[in-house]
């Protein structure tokens, strides 16, 4: 019967291929152009995205090193939305669409949803983006109102995982929160801002991905009218992030904030994906669903029992120099929890993964895939997003499908490793500690 359902999926994975291809131009400039035309649909969204996040903490601009403090990429999304006529947002406002922009490890994005008025936003779009403005007097502004945000973070207990990430990585930029500090983000100048913009907001560093109702013709044609389209005199960007190498600087960190119920977390860290690595990425992404997702005899165990909350998830993040699967919840007994977790993946390793699990899961993947595609925003973004990282949603796809149950088997040999393994805990007080 498996091999049967391998075989469907194959076969249903050949027809995805084909849904999810979009053109694609490079334009003279060196920018990226991906157009995913949707028939039927009646809306476009836009997506202007640069391989420029928080983990970029110090490149090399045509030979001269630049070394950003933490936070610059969030600060640097907030300052692209502003111009010398006014903020970009309300002229989205006015044309009726909705608009946003969010960074994270690896990138920052710009994108945009609406049902009319297409070319003018997309001006809106690459005008924004394309001619970056700073001054003294705005920077102090922004660092202010970030600062506010900063702060608002300290209270919430969502930044768990960069408290791993603090146990795992004694100097990896990942384990910095991505909006910085308030003492960080005061170090900016705008001479700082103008070499990151010089550097990784070059078009050959970016990509413009369209879906729904748009064409390849119409995205390259705003592209031109921005000044996006000619031939750049070449620039040379290196950057590098080393491996972190030897015994955790933390095997376990508690703190207290006011909560309802302990928060825990535990985190491995990994081996760093080589460059291309597209299968061992996506067997790392699967592993929190084959160990304690909702399709495992454990979740259902600790769910039943009343162990864990319904959000108690794994986590996997990859960046350069950096690989994190991670497990995060709320638990009233959270050290027993982590007990059986770690009990489970032993046993794994010792008589392997169930194979019907596998294939849920696998199969579980690969819709989500899909459904990504048939939304118009999902295929924006997911298409910018594989671009980036030098690939296609059909690579991923395909790559997916090629996945076999020995592959996670012989992955548990080396993943998840105790010794490895970091564990934080966030218990209810009124006082906040936080990790240094």
């Given at each position: 019967?498996?091999?049967?359902?391998?075989?469907?999926?194959?076969?249903?994975?050949?027809?995805?291929?084909?849904?999810?291809?979009?053109?694609?131009?490079?334009?003279?400039?060196?920018?990226?152009?991906?157009?995913?035309?949707?028939?039927?649909?009646?809306?476009?969204?836009?997506?202007?995205?640069?391989?420029?996040?928080?983990?970029?903490?110090?490149?090399?601009?045509?030979?001269?090193?630049?070394?950003?403090?933490?936070?610059?990429?969030?600060?640097?999304?907030?300052?692209?939305?502003?111009?010398?006529?006014?903020?970009?947002?309300?002229?989205?406002?006015?044309?009726?669409?909705?608009?946003?922009?969010?960074?994270?490890?690896?990138?920052?994005?710009?994108?945009?949803?609406?049902?009319?008025?297409?070319?003018?936003?997309?001006?809106?779009?690459?005008?924004?983006?394309?001619?970056?403005?700073?001054?003294?007097?705005?920077?102090?502004?922004?660092?202010?109102?970030?600062?506010?945000?900063?702060?608002?973070?300290?209270?919430?207990?969502?930044?768990?995982?960069?408290?791993?990430?603090?146990?795992?990585?004694a100097d990896h930029p990942l384990r910095d929160d991505i909006a910085g500090t308030v003492e960080s983000i005061a170090e900016l100048t705008p001479q700082v801002l103008y070499s990151c913009t010089r550097g990784f907001y070059a078009p050959s560093?970016?990509?413009?991905?369209?879906?729904?109702?748009?064409?390849?013709?119409?995205?390259?044609?705003?592209?031109?009218?921005?000044?996006?389209?000619?031939?750049?005199?070449?620039?040379?960007v290196e950057w590098d992030i080393p491996a972190q190498t030897g015994p955790l600087p933390h095997k376990e960190a508690f703190f207290t904030m006011p909560v309802t119920k302990p928060c825990f977390g535990v985190a491995y860290r990994e081996e760093?994906?080589?460059?291309?690595?597209?299968?061992?990425?996506?067997?790392?992404?699967m592993l929190g669903d084959l160990v304690v997702g909702g399709l495992t005899k454990l979740y259902r165990r600790l769910y039943d029992e009343a162990l864990v909350n319904p959000e108690f998830s794994g986590d996997f993040i990859a960046v350069r120099?950096?690989?994190?699967?991670?497990?995060?919840?709320?638990?009233?007994?959270?050290?027993?929890?982590?007990?059986?977790?770690?009990?489970?993946?032993?046993?794994?390793?010792?008589?392997?993964?169930?194979?019907?699990?596998?294939?849920?899961?696998?199969?579980?993947?690969?819709?989500?895939?899909?459904?990504?595609?048939?939304?118009?925003?999902?295929?924006?973004?997911?298409?910018?997003?594989?671009?980036?990282?030098?690939?296609?949603?059909?690579?991923?796809?395909?790559?997916?499908?090629?996945?076999?149950?020995?592959?996670?088997?012989?992955?548990?040999?080396?993943?998840?490793?105790?010794?490895?393994?970091?564990?934080?805990?966030?218990?209810?007080?009124?006082?906040?500690?936080?990790?240094?």
């Amino acid at each position: 019967m498996l091999n049967n359902d391998h075989e469907s999926f194959a076969a249903a994975q050949a027809r995805a291929a084909a849904a999810v291809s979009c053109e694609s131009v490079v334009l003279p400039s060196g920018l990226t152009v991906l157009c995913r035309t949707m028939p039927g649909y009646s809306s476009v969204h836009a997506i202007y995205a640069t391989g420029f996040g928080s983990v970029h903490r110090a490149f090399r601009l045509d030979g001269k090193q630049v070394t950003l403090p933490a936070g610059t990429a969030h600060f640097l999304e907030h300052k692209m939305c502003e111009t010398p006529k006014g903020d970009s947002f309300t002229f989205y406002a006015k044309t009726g669409a909705s608009a946003n922009a969010f960074t994270s490890y690896d990138r920052t994005c710009y994108l945009f949803s609406a049902t009319q008025k297409i070319d003018e936003n997309l001006d809106i779009l690459l005008g924004m983006v394309g001619k970056p403005w700073f001054t003294k007097a705005t920077i102090a502004k922004e660092q202010g109102i970030i600062g506010q945000e900063i702060k608002m973070y300290d209270d919430s207990p969502d930044w768990l995982l960069n408290a791993l990430f603090r146990c795992l990585y004694a100097d990896h930029p990942l384990r910095d929160d991505i909006a910085g500090t308030v003492e960080s983000i005061a170090e900016l100048t705008p001479q700082v801002l103008y070499s990151c913009t010089r550097g990784f907001y070059a078009p050959s560093n970016m990509v413009l991905s369209v879906a729904g109702k748009i064409t390849l013709a119409q995205a390259v044609d705003a592209c031109k009218r921005n000044g996006l389209y000619r031939a750049r005199a070449p620039h040379e960007v290196e950057w590098d992030i080393p491996a972190q190498t030897g015994p955790l600087p933390h095997k376990e960190a508690f703190f207290t904030m006011p909560v309802t119920k302990p928060c825990f977390g535990v985190a491995y860290r990994e081996e760093p994906l080589a460059e291309g690595d597209l299968k061992r990425e996506l067997l790392l992404d699967m592993l929190g669903d084959l160990v304690v997702g909702g399709l495992t005899k454990l979740y259902r165990r600790l769910y039943d029992e009343a162990l864990v909350n319904p959000e108690f998830s794994g986590d996997f993040i990859a960046v350069r120099g950096a690989c994190t699967v991670a497990f995060t919840g709320e638990s009233d007994t959270p050290r027993q929890v982590v007990d059986l977790l770690q009990e489970e993946i032993e046993r794994m390793r010792r008589e392997g993964v169930d194979p019907e699990v596998f294939m849920l899961v696998k199969n579980q993947m690969y819709g989500e895939l899909l459904g990504d595609v048939e939304a118009v925003d999902d295929a924006a973004e997911e298409a910018a997003a594989a671009c980036l990282k030098g690939r296609t949603l059909a690579d991923e796809i395909a790559a997916l499908a090629a996945l076999t149950v020995e592959d996670a088997n012989a992955l548990l040999q080396t993943a998840l490793r105790e010794e490895n393994r970091a564990y934080v805990q966030i218990d209810p007080a009124e006082k906040i500690t936080r990790l240094s």
